[in-house]
């Protein structure tokens, strides 16, 4: 679970970018963000892994083990099983779960609290000089040594999750691939191959599609769904398109000048009323441009 | 052309600001010249000395000399090569304390900057002699010169390229949980070790001229023989090193250049 506590971000040129922000996201939500341009909705996300940091109030995460920041989360079973087994002597008697605000911690203990946390970009920011496979693999950067990492040298174990992560997004043939010789779509999976390598367990996507074509959009949203329903990972994504957020998403939240103006399950809605309240979020009637269009 | 589309047209721009520039660009060429005491007239008049010299400098070239030459251009070359190297090791890390997006300690960036301008300013020759009055005679003073030089020139250019990078890519690795190693080695090498590789091969062509001349105040190389031929007038031999020496660069740029094109 996480909880936006009161926040607030004014950036240091005077900009209010987030006011008296409240939101509690549970474990496994498929969250669309929506909102006009400069209605604050990367701050909202930068602020969750501290990219950017707020100018008050407190972001928790729950079920956070304080000797190594592993978010255990809602469903702390499942977690155990996969720690188990990606370690056969994880010993789950030295848990110690707690609360964790994540704008009160620093240092190590930020990255670490970071490395649970995905991100997905606009422009993708993967490394174009590097391999696919390298760039899979800095996912696991905050799980060795930094003299590993440094010099590449991954274990073997760290080599076979990276695989079976381009395995899941359908993209293992380019494993030896420079990075820079892809097509935009495919930048984007290898991104989120990162992310599951990573085993980020909330995965925040700023504009995951926006430079991407319409055929492509709905290959990178489908992934982006499927490993949120098959892993369980909280997806909390920015979107432009409202058809793409009604199609992938389980929850719309509409940010309007910083502020939670809209928030609503999908389940069970009639598509029709939801798209008439997101007048609210953008000022005006949703329009053709609001849609990315037929799949 | 229809009344419609040239109201239409704005108004052409005026070209004082163009023709005030050129003026003002001519008037500092020929006033610096007047008060540097640079004069046409005597060039002409003392033309004729100088052919005189370069007929005694290349005609007919001393091959006989050449082989003697090939030794002290080498050393020349690997002085080059030694100081380009390590004032591109110094030059690395000091170009990322220097640069902004990577070290966010303001008042360490200006200060690392001052200290690289510094160096810059100072001509490898005056390095040179510096070193040479510390150290003594040799190539070792002369290596010293080119790689603070080589130094304060790479690491400029270096700090500038790191200042440009994609700061995404930085922004990626931050949120993969890693520290400022990881960000060196996964956001900013990649980024910019073309350039640096670039940067490191250009100051290794001017470090080529220039320890060319080091010789002159003692500190090694081909330098050293340009000052005892001259002494001794016996220009045949400065012509053949001239002419030797030129090869050298000619062909040390060409591969350099195609090299650096290939990078970036
Ligand atoms: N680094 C910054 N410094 C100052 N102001 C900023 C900074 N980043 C964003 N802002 C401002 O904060 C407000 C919210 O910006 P934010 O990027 O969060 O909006 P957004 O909803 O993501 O917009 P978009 O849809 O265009 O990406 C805007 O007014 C923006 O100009
Ligand atoms: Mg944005």
Redesign the pocket.
Known sequence: MIKFVNVNKT???G?V?LVDVNLEIQEGEFVAIL?L????????LRTLNQIIDVTSGNIIFNNVDVNTYEMYGDNIEKEIARQKELNPEFDETKLNLKEIDITKIKGKKLRKMRSNIGMIFQNFNIIKRMSVIQNVLSGRISYNPTWRTIFGFFPKKDKEIALQALDRVDIIEKTYHRASDLSGGQMQRVAIARSLAQNAKILLAD?PVASLDPITTFEVMRFLKKISVEDGITMIA?L?HVDLALEYATRIVG?KEGKIVYDIQIKGKNKKDIIKDLEIVYGRPISHDDFVGEE | MNQALLSKIPPKPRRIKFYSTIILVFGIIISSAMFSGFSVIDIISNLRFAFRLIDSMFFPPAWDYADNVIKPLLQTVQMAIVGSFFGAVIAFPVALIAAGNFIKIKWLNQITRIFLNFFRTIPALVLASLFVSIFGLGSFAGILALTIFSFGLISKMTYESIEAIDYGQVEAIISLGGNRFNIFRYAILPQVLPQFISYTLYAFEVNIRAAAVLGYVGAGGIGQYYEIFLSLRRFEFVGIIVMISFGAVLLIDFISSSIRRRLV
Request: aromatic fraction near 6%.
């Open positions: 950036y240091p040129n900009t970018a909102g341009s400069g209605a604050g909705k990367s701050t909202m504009e920015n432009h940010v």
